[in-house]
């Protein structure tokens, strides 16, 4: 790490000779790879921009030029290059660098981001604001292609084309992806170098206006000459798109040849209007396991560096995700109607096997949940059975089609939610933890949370038997490790079912919190208090002949949910009582509070935030204190 200790911020790597910058590279690979090992993290897109992330930092000012990494996932480089070395270490720990970038770690990243595809949007917002207060600087937004799959991008590339005057806009577009022809790579290497040299962009702009002044056929002549020059460029280069929105396009070149990078983005950076650089990198670059399973090492947790083994502490049990996906592939081979789709994530929803299996009824509809949503309720009303799998977090961008192109008609789309709850080191920008609260305001929706693996191989069965909106979400990690049963069977749409009986206490529980309640039952009963612990299944709609009658005989009540007490599960059982005038009640919700919650491991911040079953023995102590037991 002679290089890198060196470096403690941007101007520091700008005393560097070119000709040292590989080796920088290599030793950041090397530090990456050591702390993701242990951390976890996304090693395989940060490896890919190690050389990308160097160069701009050489030839833009950084933070006076503003840098956006879309998503935000691939910036460990960009890090450790800006003054977050020697915290580097922490990670995604609890108190320590978040794995994504964050307006309130550092000057140098100039948004948050965690969720794709914003960052044109946010780059020509901050270069319009830079515009209209008169300053000058380079905003330089950098998309992977996946990112380039979603609406939100092109909404960016249409406004930054309409406003292209004056514009210091920098997309660069990484493609990890695309494989581009080694001669036609090069040719439109040179052609990209070229044209973006500062003496011919000049030379154009005043031969063009020498043109457009001739008499009479200076216009026509001007637009033939443009019209021949971007033929020639179409033509070698995969460029027409972006040369449509009205940017400057460059590419594809070779995203680690550090050099060149350089070369020709000290060459765009003499430029006005907004310009696309297309470079293409490898996913994974300099660590093979990653660069031989891009996939696996996308999103990764601790592995060993020699092998590039994960560390799993008890491999036989399986995720929730698994056991959804497993149960996909079961009932599909009795259901020809039931479709699966997915935004851009086939493996972290677990229907890659689904997919294997049944390729004609799998859609993977790229980074557009939006579109996903909507084009699975085209398919409902043809009479097949879309099971829509999308993180928590990620669903919320589509709430407008949940409500517009499913609920108002009441199509029969089920929306499978990964992740719901708290998700752990990926911190606030992905916890799964508004759900409840945005689906239960939607008319014809139907909202169940499983308490274990076989409940939610039932819920995908009455989600899938349903006729309507219907929604299950279900939690990241391990399931409790329960036998699964031989057969599914379906539930009950809106009935719960009471797992324990006690004259003391009624505590309501949901999801993944149910067994918080078994286990606090437990150990109240240690202490003579008996309890009795509710399944509620469904949080819409709610058992509520099962929620009263118990209410009228219990007074003392806790609501408990891995999700926001603002209109959650415990939000809807009050005004449930509300609405049938039950009084003499005192009933406290157990929820997150009204706050982002930070990146930590998931039983910690179950801990710190007090959804788990300590807390519903303190919440039953303030109870006792309003409510005493005879």
């Known amino acids: 790490m002679q290089l890198l200790e060196k470096i403690n911020s941007p101007q520091d790597l700008k005393q560097l000779p070119i000709s040292e910058l590989p080796k920088l590279a290599s030793e950041i690979r090397r530090m990456i790879v050591d702390v993701v090992s242990t951390n976890g993290g996304h090693l395989a897109s940060s490896l890919g921009v190690v050389e990308l992330t160097i160069a701009i930092h050489y030839v833009f000012d950084i933070p006076k030029d503003k840098l956006i990494w879309d998503v935000g996932h691939q910036a460990y480089a960009h890090k450790i290059l800006t003054g977050r070395k020697e915290r580097f270490p922490t990670l995604r720990k609890h108190g320590g660098l978040s794995g994504f970038t964050r307006l309130s770690e550092s000057p140098c990243d100039a948004f948050t981001t965690g969720h794709s595809s914003t960052s044109i949007s946010a780059g020509l917002g901050i270069a319009c604001a830079k515009s209209l207060k008169k300053e000058r600087c380079k905003v330089i937004a950098v998309i992977g292609d996946g990112s380039m799959t979603a609406g939100i991008a092109y909404e960016g590339l249409n406004q930054a084309g309409d406003l292209h005057k004056d514009k210091d806009l920098v997309v660069i577009l990484n493609d990890n992806e695309m494989s581009i022809n080694q001669n036609v790579g090069a040719l439109s290497s040179f052609l990209s170098r070229k044209f973006s040299s500062k003496f011919l962009q000049d030379w154009r702009r005043e031969f063009g206006e020498f043109l457009k002044s001739l008499p009479k056929i200076g216009d026509d002549i001007y637009q033939f000459a443009k019209r021949s020059e971007e033929s020639f460029k179409t033509f070698v280069t995969p460029g027409m ?27 765009i950076k003499n430029l006005s209007e907004p310009v696309l650089l297309h470079v293409t990198t490898q996913k994974g670059k300099g660590y093979v396991p990653a660069e031989e399973n891009p996939v696996y090492f996308h999103g990764v947790g601790s592995f060993e560096i020699e092998t590039g083994l994960c560390n799993s502490s008890d491999p036989s049990t399986p995720t929730y995700t698994e056991v959804f996906g497993r149960a996909m592939v079961d009932l599909g081979c009795m259901d020809d ?107 014809n929706m139907v909202i169940m949370a499983p308490k274990d693996e076989n409940e939610l191989r039932r819920m995908l069965l009455t989600a899938i038997s349903h006729n309507g909106p219907i929604a299950f979400r279900y939690p990241r990690g391990k399931g409790t490790g329960i036998q699964l049963e031989p057969v599914i069977h379906p539930l009950t749409i809106g009935k719960g079912e009471i797992l324990t009986q006690g004259e003391d206490l009624l505590i309501l529980a949901i999801g993944r919190c149910v067994c918080e309640a078994l286990e606090a039952h437990a150990r109240l009963l240690q202490q003579g208090i008996q309890s009795t612990v509710v399944n509620c299944r469904f949080v819409k709609p709610l058992d509520e002949e099962l929620i009263l009658g118990l209410a009228r005989q219990i007074p003392r009540i806790i609501t408990i949910e891995e999700h926001v007490r603002q209109g959650g599960f415990g939000s809807a059982v009050l005004e449930c009582l509300n609405d049938a005038g039950i009084q003499n009640i005192c009933l406290e919700r157990i929820g997150l509070p009204d706050q982002f919650i930070e990146h930590g491991p998931q039983k910690f911040l179950r801990a710190k935030y007090g959804v788990n079953a300590a807390a519903i023995l303190e919440k039953f102590q303030v109870i006792q204190r309003k409510c005493p037991l005879k």
């Open 241 to 267: 798109l972006f040369e449509a929105f009205n940017f400057e396009y460059f590419g594809p070149i070779d995203g680690h040849r550090l050099k060149h990078l350089i070369n020709i983005l000290n060459n």
């Open 337 to 443: 109607k039931i479709i699966a789709v997915t935004a851009a994530m086939p493996e972290g929803t677990g229907l890659a096997d689904f997919a294997h299996s049944f390729p004609e009824r799998f859609y993977d509809v790229g980074i557009a949940e939006q579109h996903g949503v909507t084009f699975a309720a085209g398919m409902a009303t043809e009479g097949f059975k879309p099971v829509v799998a999308i993180y928590s977090t990620f669903l919320q961008r589509g709430f407008d089609q949940i409500l517009h192109d499913v609920c108002i008609e009441g199509i029969h789309v089920v929306f499978a939610i990964d992740r719901g709850g708290l998700v752990g080191e990926d911190g606030p920008t992905h916890h799964g933890v508004f759900d409840f609260a945005y689906l239960r305001s939607l008319p």
